[in-house]
């Protein structure tokens, strides 16, 4: 079985651009989260996606939005890229809730 | 908040010692999992314990829960060299939302 595929692993971006961020999820999972992670901040919860609904939002400006489709892979977006976006961004997928969640490789946003 | 805290920060032992990283957290979950992460890559799912857990085993790895004590523990027995990482525990209230703690970053030394 594939495991959660981010694409891509890396990008770079301009300040004041947007970047599209894609993750397909495990077959067969219905949930989808994502977290940035920054040697600051850890890692911090975005947002989560359970059938194309989102259920959970962090405390991210709303520069952040995300979105899922009805075969569960994910895409999330940031408009208008700030220096402070760099980061590591990861997505998990789970079964359903109280279930493992499983990470894919990230993508790694530098932000110039 | 309810994040974890992982402790100690940072944990240096021989190959083949055992190692134990301990996570708190502030308020009532569903579930907790543990994580490792090498060198700022993915995260790789080690083990999930449920609220209603007390232990659970796998392979070198045992996790206990305390929910009174709102602690976990990871143990890693006969460590390798491969062991080193960083390892995050994550806590689940809320429909999959999970909170982090900074991690524990082990060094085995071969």
């Known amino acids: 079985k594939a495991g959660v595929t981010q694409t891509p692993r890396y990008l770079i971006k301009t300040r004041g651009q947007q970047v599209t961020l894609s993750c397909s999820p495990i077959?067969?999972?219905?949930?989808v989260s994502w977290y940035q992670q920054t040697p600051g901040q850890g890692l911090q919860f975005l947002f989560e996606?359970?059938?194309?609904?989102?259920?959970n939002k962090g405390n991210f400006p709303g520069r952040f939005s995300g979105r899922q489709f009805s075969n569960s892979r994910s895409e999330m977006n940031v408009s208008t890229l700030e220096l402070g976006d760099s980061a590591l961004y990861l997505c998990?997928?789970?079964?359903?809730?109280?279930?493992?969640?499983?990470f894919g490789q990230g993508t790694r946003l530098t932000v110039v | 908040s309810q994040q974890g805290e992982e402790d100690p920060q940072a944990l240096s032992i021989q190959e083949g010692e055992n190692a134990t990283m301990n996570c708190s957290y502030k308020?009532?979950?569903?579930?907790l999992q543990w994580y490792r992460q090498n060198s700022g890559r993915g995260l790789v799912h080690l083990i999930l314990i449920r609220s209603n857990e007390r232990e659970k085993h796998s392979g070198r790895l045992r996790v206990t829960l305390d929910t009174s004590k709102k602690s976990s523990s990871l143990l890693i027995t006969a460590s390798r060299a491969a062991d080193t990482a960083s390892y995050f525990c994550a806590t689940d209230n809320n429909f999959n939302k999970f909170y982090f703690g900074s991690g524990t970053k082990l060094n085995v030394k071969p």
């Open positions: 996606y359970f059938s194309e609904t989102q259920r």
């Open positions: 308020t009532s979950i569903n579930n």
């Open positions: 077959s067969g999972h219905r949930s």
């Open positions: 998990a997928s789970s079964v359903s809730t109280n279930t493992e969640a499983f």
